[in-house]
């Protein structure tokens, strides 16, 4: 009880959102609806209050039993023994009650109503049909008559026991009883008004209802499991009584208001079977939610895309996971951009920050993971691979700053290791940019303030049969640092494409050229002394320069009900950075240092599909097979001084290829259960010749990694997923090869393992139930292997731990109007080590919580815009949680209008609130000019301050 509120304001607060949960007991549910069904038909008047009647008898039980043993705590002690007797107790009836309902679907022939089971109520049956309202009470009375009902009661004296006794308790039993009283009473009001409505498609709903009473059962029964057996997971779940408690009751409040509408809707355009259809399919999600899964991302087609236009947003295709999906170009359009890199923070649950000039690779935040420059997520344009591997300045080093964001099409993510196509860097997730094939021409000039310009052109016409589209991009900025960043970039794009119902093809040319100069991260002792501005500098010559040219094909053609799918690419590419961390260190040649990048990359992929008769809506085999080149010449890293070179720490030419094979089969075993089984082979070759010959060397490795999925639906347009899989990510190849450190030449040094393993697993649900709304929800796991990273930095390796982040996410889209769209997202993840360790078991950098609430609009009249709130919670920056990074929230907004058919204006709103948060924080050891030692400190780079842009749109 040491982990409880400290307040009795805080106390009353669990004890109503318990009673709120409470009522979604699987006994409740099931008693109830049979109770007000039976009522219902036999035309009593009280049916409508049968569950508030069951749940008000069912409290005065529990005001009773806080309220004596309230009067015996002072003469009694709790044994130890009780809590560990009733947890096995409860876990064993959950895990019986889940299988029962399990079994209940299963064995139920396709024209039968399913009735859930409850334990309790397989012994009191026939109290079940009783028809007197004392009766109702008196059975929710007997209901409380259990283990479970009376540790709660008593729960509730011993807690309030320190405030002052009986008085207290009653006052905490009488708020859980309120709490009930709002969920089994509404319970009892809808099934009542909506059941005789029910009878043509009450199958449905009785499924829907029983499989929720299983899933609620058995995922309690194993988080009950894991509290009791992992100390770390009990203790992760102590002092969240308020939050689990919180999110049951925005659930019940969503899920009836749901129910309202969905009744509604259908009474209007259906007979009088769908609404308590609809109701009961809402209460039945409502109860699976109020568990511990919250979060997800809103799932599209990765063989159909959802129509965003429609009244009901379908769920289509053949999705294998509910964080997978695909955001439109309409969602783009008029969403705020402050850097390109924030096309992808439409990834439910991606943060994208930077923590230096704005012309290098962004930083990442996804599923508890600060992915650097995107190690653990990988991303696509049009087939070509963004992830660089054995990169100078990181290991998968993402930089989109070559793309145009008016010419994406859409994005189609995918989160997790359960996909058979998807192999290196894609451990936490993986996007894909579709750009479009035609655009109406059009030139974009936008100004604003730190001198920012950009000018954009872009159109296309007929050309061979196909569409030519070309874009072109001037960007320059200063920024708000004390030293201009004088970004400049420009960026060009050439596209052909063809496309039919059995074949088509795309070919791009792009190129893109960037330099700026870097305001770095700034140590917080010399801001707060006053002597370095918030956006101030320390060394004024750092910064860089990039290209990237490629040229790629990509296409499709259909052989019978075959397919095959194919793509090639070539990408010159290059990177030189000059970087200052820790500025002193060395008095007399300060700590820049640069880190030059320049290779080519080559690659192709072909994949078949071919559909074949098997299970009852048939299957897909899939099969493809994909090669990557990349040849460095050079990589290395060098200290400088104002850019200027004056010792070599390495320099490597390395080659390396990974080539691939994977497969997969898709089966409809029935209507609603589906599966897809995979596999993934992949064998990585590389040769290092670095400038210290006992650096050199060469070598393979190779990893097979298993996938599955399992989907169970759609059941009113709700589907529920179970996935899980093995993934990877490569490390940098010179740590493969290395054995003394480059330094002094003489210190030995750990080699990496070339693929590291990642093994991941997720539950989840996706609903399109409500009208224009979709939902998602997942509970996700990923487990690293013990590995060693090459740190680019430092051109050395260092070792890291085995670890694990769990967490869940919550994701909304809606369109309640045409012109209207509003989405939302909420992740919640843990990220410890799993070894032990003094040091602690905290993973530096790991974000604990993010969200984001967006809305964008376009009206007939011509208005449009968007706004957007981002906030990026806290995170530990040592293994102890002793430094703690603050958490952020920064709303972005943006408003224009339509003025004829040719022109657009818009204004730009970004930082609205001037918020004075950081961008990234860092904690670690430097040294400032002036100072006699080394001083360990938090780094920050700070969130921009408020800033004014404004667009003069014309299309022609």
């Known amino acids: 009880m040491e982990h409880l509120p400290a307040s009795f304001g805080g106390l009353a607060a669990v004890a109503f959102l318990l009673g709120l949960k409470h009522g979604f007991d699987a006994d409740h549910l099931a008693t109830i609806d049979g109770l007000t069904r039976v009522n219902t038909r036999a035309g009593s008047v009280f049916a409508r209050w049968c569950g508030a009647l069951f749940s008000l008898g069912h409290g005065a039980v529990v005001i009773a039993i806080a309220l004596l043993v309230s009067s015996a705590v002072a003469r009694w002690q709790t044994p130890g023994w009780l809590e560990t007797t009733g947890v096995v107790i409860s876990i064993f009836f959950l895990t019986l009650l889940g299988v029962l309902n399990l079994y209940a679907v299963w064995r139920a022939a396709p024209d039968e109503v399913v009735t859930p089971i409850g334990i309790k109520g397989r012994f009191l049956g026939a109290l079940g049909r009783a028809r007197n309202p004392f009766v109702v009470a008196l059975v929710g009375a007997l209901f409380a008559l259990s283990f479970d009902t009376i540790s709660q009661a008593a729960f509730f004296a011993l807690a309030a026991g320190q405030y002052g006794g009986p008085v207290y308790a009653a006052s905490l039993g009488a708020l859980f009883v309120l709490g009930m009283l709002v969920t089994d009473g509404a319970n009892g009001l809808w099934i009542s008004r909506l059941i005789l409505r029910a009878d043509e498609t009450a199958r449905i709903a009785s499924r829907v209802m029983s499989l929720a009473v299983a899933c609620v059962s058995l995922l309690v029964a194993g988080f009950s499991t894991a509290k009791l057996l992992l100390p770390r997971v009990d203790g992760w779940a102590e002092g969240k009584e308020l939050l689990f408690g919180a999110t049951v009751v925005v659930v019940v409040l969503v899920g009836f208001v749901w129910g309202r509408s969905i009744a509604a809707a259908r009474a209007a355009r259906t007979p009088r079977g769908g609404s308590a259809v609809a109701a009961v399919a809402a209460v039945a999600l409502t109860a699976l939610i109020g568990v511990d899964a919250r979060a997800g991302g809103i799932t599209g087609a990765d063989l159909e895309e959802v129509t965003v236009r429609a009244n009901r947003l379908p769920l289509t295709g053949l999705p294998r996971a509910a964080s997978e999906g695909t955001v439109l170009g309409e969602q783009l359009e008029y969403r705020p951009l402050l850097r390109v890199g924030e096309l992808l923070e439409t990834v439910p649950g991606l943060v994208v920050t930077q923590h230096t000039g704005d012309g290098k690779a962004n930083q990442y935040f996804l599923r508890g993971f600060n992915l650097d420059h995107g190690t653990d997520f990988a991303t696509r344009v049009e087939g070509m691979p963004v992830n660089m591997p054995t990169h100078g300045h990181g290991q998968g080093y993402m930089d989109v700053n070559f793309v145009i964001p008016e010419l994406v099409e859409r994005i189609v993510y995918r989160k997790g290791t359960y996909y058979a196509d998807l192999g290196n860097f894609s451990a936490v997730g993986a996007a894909e940019l579709q750009y479009v094939d ?18 954009l052109a872009a159109g296309s016409m007929p050309l061979a049969g196909g569409s030519l589209l070309a874009g072109f991009e001037y960007d320059h900025t200063d920024g708000p640092w004390v030293l201009p960043e004088d970004l400049t970039k420009v960026n060009g794009v ?11 093809i795309a070919v791009d040319l792009m190129a893109y050229d960037g330099e700026w100069t870097s305001t770095d991260q700034i ?10 501005d918030r956006y101030g500098y320390i060394d004024p010559t750092a910064g860089g320069e990039s290209h990237r040219y490629s040229l790629s094909a990509a296409g499709y053609r259909a052989y019978g009900p075959g397919r095959l799918d194919f793509n090639a690419y070539a990408i010159d590419y290059r990177l030189q950075l000059y970087s200052n961390f820790t500025y002193a260190l060395d008095p007399d040649h300060g700590d820049q240092f640069e880190q030059f990048d320049d290779r080519r990359v080559y690659g192709a992929a072909l994949a078949w599909s071919q559909p074949f008769a098997f299970g ?47 497969t997969a089969v898709a089966t409809q075993w029935t209507p609603w259960l589906r599966s897809e089984l995979g596999l993934r082979a992949d064998r990585l070759g590389y040769d290092v010749a670095s400038d210290r010959a006992v650096n050199s060397g060469s070598g393979h490795d190779t990893l097979a990694s298993p996938k599955g999925s399992l989907a169970l639906g759609p059941w009113r347009d709700t589907e529920f997923f179970v996935a899980a899989g093995r993934g990877f990510h490569s490390n940098d190849v010179r740590g493969a ?26 539950i989840g649900l996706r609903t399109a139930l409500v009208p224009r709304t979709q939902l998602s929800v997942a509970l996700w796991k990923l487990d690293l292997d013990s590995e060693l990273l090459f740190i680019g930095d430092g051109g050395t390796t260092e070792a890291t731990r085995p670890s694990r982040r769990e967490g869940v996410e919550l994701s909304v889209y809606s369109r309640p109007r045409d012109w209207l ?14 070894d032990l360790d003094p040091a602690g078991d905290r993973i530096p950098g790991a974000v604990e919580r993010v969200a984001s609430l967006g809305i964008t609009l376009q009206t007939p009249a011509g208005w449009f815009g968007g706004a957007r709130l981002r906030y990026l919670g806290p995170a530990a920056l040592l293994e102890d949680d002793s430094v703690r990074a603050p958490s952020s929230t920064l709303v972005n907004l943006e408003a224009g209008r339509r003025l ?23 904690y670690y050891e430097s040294q400032l000019p002036g100072e006699a030692a080394p001083v360990e400190d938090l780094h920050f780079h700070p969130a921009e301050p408020r800033t004014l842009r404004g667009t003069v749109h014309y299309s022609f």
């Open 616 to 662: 009852a809506g048939g299957s897909v085999w899939r099969i493809g097979a994909d090669i990557r080149a990349d040849d460095i010449s050079p990589v290395g890293l060098y200290l400088t001084t104002a850019r200027a070179r004056h010792a070599t720490i390495r320099e490597d030419r390395v080659e390396q290829t990974l080539a691939s094979a994977w």
């Open 494 to 504: 050439l596209r052909w494409s063809r496309r039919g119902e059995t074949s088509g």
């Open 523 to 532: 140590p917080r002792r010399a801001v707060e002394s006053g002597a370095l």
């Open 900 to 922: 004829g058919d040719h022109w657009r204006v818009s204004l730009q709103l970004f930082n609205a609130f001037d918020r004075k948060v950081n961008d990234i924080t860092y």
């Open 737 to 762: 090869t290395i054995r003394v450190d480059p330094v002094d030449g003489v210190t030995p040094v750990d080699r990496v393992t070339p693929l590291a393993r990642a093994d991941g697993s997720e």
């Open 821 to 834: 769209i509003v989405d939302a997202d909420y992740a919640a993840s843990k990220a410890r080590f799993r």
């Open 438 to 455: 035609a655009v109406r021409p059009f030139i974009a000039v936008s100004g604003g303030e730190d001198n920012y310009v950009r000018a």
